[in-house]
C-alpha cells in the first residue's frame, strides 16, 4: 500500500531558476511522513509528542534529484516504508508531476523516549498499521 | 584544505522539541556551497549565473544525523570535496558544535549550461581554484 | 464574497514555543493570495509573469497576532479585498481556528510590467474578476 | 544608539523574480530583533526561555518595501526602538543596501511570563540596556 498525498508547487518554493529550492522537497518529505502518522498510524504529531512522550527523530535523508519540478506543478508524494526495524523505519517517497518522477528519497526515523532518549521499540499498535505501508 | 563557516543557531531554526529542524541543516549546506563558490573559487551565483549562464545544480545530497543542535549553539560548517569529477562535484559537509559533529552531508552537483541544460565540463579555470579542497 | 482555504498547522510552522513561527503566517498570507489569483481571477502566477508579462509586487504587509496557533489546528485563511485602486490591491487576510481569531493581515500589491518594472492600470479582465471580493 | 548587522543575501532567499521573497525580510527582522537581545540586552534567547522563564511573543509587525533586494547584495539592518512602553518594545528596523533604503518594518512585541502568560513589566535591568536604543 502507498500513502499518496498532492502539493501545489508555489511560489514560494521557488528560486531564482523558477524551480524548486531543493530543501523545500525535504520539507515536503518531512510533510508526507508527518500525515502518514497522522492518517496511517493515528497518531497525529502533538498527540506523540505530548501524550505518548515520544518521537521520532530523522537518523539519515537522503535524495536524488531527477528533474526539476515548476511553479504551478502539482506534485504527487507517494510513501512507503523501505524496512520496517524494531524501533526504526525508512521511508521511500517519491515525488512526481504528471508520472514523471522528479525526486527519490530515503528517509529513516527512529523512536526515542521523549523523558530519557533512549531508543524504543515500536510498540505493536503502531507496528500493526504501519505494516499495511511495507513495501 | 578545509573551508569552514560559522553558523549561529537560532530561534528560526528550531522546532517544538527545541532542535535545529532537519531542513535547516540542508539549507546551511547549500549555504556554505554557495559561500565557498564565491569565496574560494571566486565565483558569485549571480555571476556564475547570469555572466558564465552555468549553474550547478544538485544531483543528490544525504545527511546523517548524529545529535541535535540547539538554539544558541554556533555550528562549524567545513566542508571538502569528496570526489571532484569531469563536470560533477561531491561535496562533505560536516556540522559539529565545540568539536562535536551533529550531522554528516554528502552534496553532490554537476555544472550545466543554463541555455542548453547539457552537461558541461568544469572549466579549467574552475577547476583549478576547487583542488585545493579535495581532500 | 470571501476567498477561503484552510491550511494544517504543522510541525515545521512550530517553534520552540510550540507555537507557530510568526514569519509561517506571512508566507501563508502569500499562498492564499496566490491561490486567490490562480482560483479566483483565473491567473496562475507562472501565466502572470510569463505569459502576460506583469506582476503584482508587495507593496507593504501588516500583521496584528491576537492568539497563538498551535501545531495540528486547522487554521482557515480567509481574504477580501479592503480596497481596490487603480493598479493596487489591498487584501485584508485573516486566519483563525474553530472561529477564534489569530492573526489579521493588511497586504497591499501593486501591478507593474516585468518589463519596464513600470506601474500599469489593473486591466478590465482582471478587474472584473476581482470586483467580487472587494468588502 | 542603532544595533547594526550585516546579512548577505543567499540564493534561498531570492523568488523566481530573482529578488528576496518578502517572508525573509520577516526573518530577518526576527533575526537581528533575537541578536539584539543577546548582544546589547544580554539575554539570549534560550536564556530568557529557560532560566528567566519570560517571552517576547509579537503583538503586531509590519513592513513597507521599497525596492528590491538582490543576490548578493549585502543588506545592512538597523534596529532602534520607536516605542520602550511598560511591558512592550516597538522596534523600527530597516534594512538597506549600499545606503539605499529596501524595506522599513515596525516590530512590537510585549513581555509575558511563561508560566502564567500574563503580561509583565518590563524589569530594570533589561530596561536599563535597552534605554540606549529609544530613537
Given at each position: 500500500?502507498?500513502?499518496?498525498?498532492?502539493?501545489?508547487?508555489?511560489?514560494?518554493?521557488?528560486?531564482?531558476?523558477?524551480?524548486?529550492?531543493?530543501?523545500?522537497?525535504?520539507?515536503?518529505?518531512?510533510?508526507?511522513?508527518?500525515?502518514?502518522?497522522?492518517?496511517?498510524?493515528?497518531?497525529?504529531?502533538?498527540?506523540?509528542?505530548?501524550?505518548?512522550?515520544?518521537?521520532f527523530p530523522i537518523v539519515n535523508t537522503g535524495c536524488e534529484f531527477f528533474r526539476p519540478a515548476l511553479l504551478g506543478d502539482?506534485?504527487?508524494?507517494?510513501?512507503?516504508?523501505?524496512?520496517?526495524?524494531?524501533?526504526?523505519?525508512?521511508?521511500?517517497?517519491?515525488?512526481?508531476?504528471?508520472?514523471?518522477?522528479?525526486?527519490?528519497?530515503?528517509?529513516?526515523?527512529?523512536?526515542?523516549?521523549?523523558?530519557?532518549?533512549?531508543?524504543?521499540?515500536?510498540?505493536?499498535?503502531?507496528?500493526?498499521?504501519?505494516?499495511?505501508?511495507?513495501?
Amino acid at each position: 500500500m502507498k500513502f499518496a498525498r498532492e502539493r501545489l508547487i508555489r511560489f514560494s518554493h521557488c528560486d531564482p531558476a523558477g524551480i524548486v529550492y531543493f530543501v523545500h522537497f525535504f520539507d515536503m518529505v518531512g510533510g508526507v511522513v508527518e500525515d502518514w502518522f497522522r492518517e496511517a498510524v493515528g497518531l497525529p504529531f502533538n498527540e506523540m509528542h505530548l501524550e505518548r512522550r515520544v518521537g521520532f527523530p530523522i537518523v539519515n535523508t537522503g535524495c536524488e534529484f531527477f528533474r526539476p519540478a515548476l511553479l504551478g506543478d502539482t506534485l504527487r508524494l507517494e510513501l512507503v516504508i523501505a524496512k520496517l526495524g524494531r524501533s526504526s523505519i525508512e521511508f521511500l517517497v517519491t515525488g512526481s508531476v504528471a508520472g514523471e518522477e522528479k525526486f527519490r528519497a530515503r528517509h529513516k526515523v527512529a523512536l526515542v523516549s521523549l523523558d530519557t532518549f533512549r531508543s524504543l521499540p515500536i510498540p505493536d499498535d503502531m507496528r500493526k498499521r504501519m505494516q499495511a505501508y511495507v513495501a
